[in-house]
């Protein structure tokens, strides 16, 4: 599944190009299982609307659900009208989608880390349960999708870091689960003082912290 979604890792990261930046948008971002959607339930519990079509439901691999919006795939292939509806909103785009996002908005990112050994180890589980092939030769999948993805993310990282539109605040899956006080504050002082955190921390449930590397 990994294979088919960052098939592409190996192209250089262009953003699509506009205007000068306006509206500031707000972005969950990361790797598939990197607690995404987890901290789109947070951001929803603090205040924020996501924007979400509920295509996809809540499972055994994501009981909470998985907030995607099945546009966001889209852009890629330039379908970024549906940004005109994010204003007070939050989306969730997978890292390697973000160069796609057009610039003329700002983007406050919250991108989500997590250990790739848990990433993997998270995706074969969640495919073991929908009974795919691609659960097979895990071994030497795993040695090349570490590979991607460290690239991947180093890139990654350059690049918004070289993009003025982008502010990124950086998250530990890990570390927010182990002790989720100092990542609610450092969200609500990079969202908005206004984020209720108390509920933010509701929704934290770190027994679904299922695939940990000890």
Request: aromatic residues 8%; without cysteine; negative net charge.
């Amino acid at each position: 599944m990994f294979k088919k979604i960052f098939g592409s890792l190996g192209r250089r990261p262009t953003q699509t190009q506009s205007s000068t930046p306006t509206a500031t948008i707000t972005v969950v971002s990361g790797l598939p299982r990197s607690g995404t959607s987890l901290m789109m339930r947070m951001l929803e519990a603090g205040g924020i609307p996501p924007l979400t079509d509920h295509q996809r439901t809540a499972d055994d691999d994501n009981p909470g659900g998985y907030y995607e919006f099945e546009r966001v795939k889209q852009l890629e292939k330039g379908d970024t009208a549906w940004l005109t509806e994010m204003s007070g909103k939050v989306v969730k785009v997978i890292s390697l989608l973000l160069r796609h996002l057009p610039s003329d908005y700002h983007y406050k990112v919250v991108f989500m880390e997590r250990d790739l050994t848990e990433v993997l180890a998270s995706q074969r589980k969640m495919l073991s349960n929908r009974h795919e092939d691609e659960a097979v030769n895990e071994a030497v999948d795993d040695a090349q999708m570490t590979a991607l993805f460290t690239h991947h993310l180093q890139e990654i990282r350059q690049w918004l870091a070289a993009h003025d539109n982008f502010a990124v605040l950086y998250v530990n899956y890990g570390d927010l689960l182990a002790n989720p006080q100092p990542t609610v504050a450092a969200l609500k002082r990079f969202l908005g003082d206004w984020l209720d955190t108390a509920a933010m921390l509701t929704v934290i449930d770190p027994t679904l912290y299922r695939n940990r590397q000890e």
